[in-house]
T-cell receptor, first 113, second 115 residues
Framework: KNQVEQSPQSLIILEGKNCTLQ??????????LRWYKQDTGRGPVSLTI?????NTKSNGRYTATLDADTKQSSLHITASQLSDSASYIC????????????FGKGTRLSVIA | NAGVTQTPKFRILKIGQSMTLQCTQD?????MYWYRQDPGMGLKLIYY???????DKGEVPNGYNVSRSTTEDFPLRLELAAPSQTSVYFC??????????????FGPGTRLTVT
């Protein structure tokens, strides 16, 4: 069964600190993995998309890594800001036409002053 | 571009009532999607459309209907609303899968409560 598991469920960090969110998946055959940021009361917004051949991709203070062998990904946030408080969702796409994306439940990040 | 817009933002329905959630995109995307997001859960695909006149079921289609008469609009119809349909509904659009930059753009969501 295609699944995406994220950890931790929630995380509280101090402003300025770094953090890493984890994503494990069982989706097959793998096409690409995305990280989305979802602010409270808003729709998800894409941060990164990585295909099988990409190990790392950055978007400002966000850096995603992908290990397609172990089927793991991480999202590292550097020098966190209060505006980083949001849910971060890992989404995996299978390489088969119109197969739906598989969404993780998300990690709820709270950055406090 | 306004992107993906949804109306209404909030709605309370009584059991058995019907309603239509509206979704419009101005990016000329062929693909459009409807998702629901239950508290603490990942998004689940309800229906999707690959172009005007073509729709298909997703993972959780029961209790919903869709139509796609134009490229821009993809309304979601709830018939005989049930408490289990209390959720946040997101519409999204994209270029066809297989294109590397096939990004899904999401609307702001409609929060629906059925009591």
């Amino acid at each position: 069964k295609n699944q995406v598991e994220q950890s931790p469920q929630s995380l509280i960090i101090l402003e300025g600190k770094n953090c890493t969110l984890q994503c494990n998946y069982t989706v097959s055959p793998f096409s690409n993995l995305r990280w989305y940021k979802q602010d409270t009361g808003r729709g998800p917004v894409s941060l990164t998309i990585m295909t099988f051949s990409e190990n790392t991709k950055s978007n400002g203070r966000y850096t995603a890594t992908l290990d397609a062998d172990t089927k793991q990904s991480s999202l590292h946030i550097t020098a966190s800001q209060l505006s980083d408080s949001a849910s971060y969702i890992c989404v995996v796409s299978a390489r088969s036409g119109n197969t739906p994306l598989v969404f993780g439940k998300g990690t709820r990040l709270s950055v406090i002053a | 571009n306004a992107g993906v817009t949804q109306t209404p933002k909030f709605r309370i329905l009584k059991i058995g009532q019907s309603m239509t959630l509206q979704c419009t995109q101005d990016m000329n995307h062929n693909y459009m999607y409807w998702y629901r997001q239950d508290p603490g859960m990942g998004l689940k695909l309800i229906y999707y459309s690959v172009g005007a006149g073509i729709t298909d079921k997703g993972e959780v289609p029961n209790g919903y209907n869709v139509s796609r008469s134009t490229t821009e609009d993809f309304p979601l119809r709830l018939e005989l609303a049930a408490p289990s349909q209390t959720s946040v509904y997101f519409c999204a659009s994209s270029y066809p899968p297989g294109q590397y930059s096939y990004e899904q753009y999401f609307g702001p969501g409609t929060r629906l409560t059925v009591t």
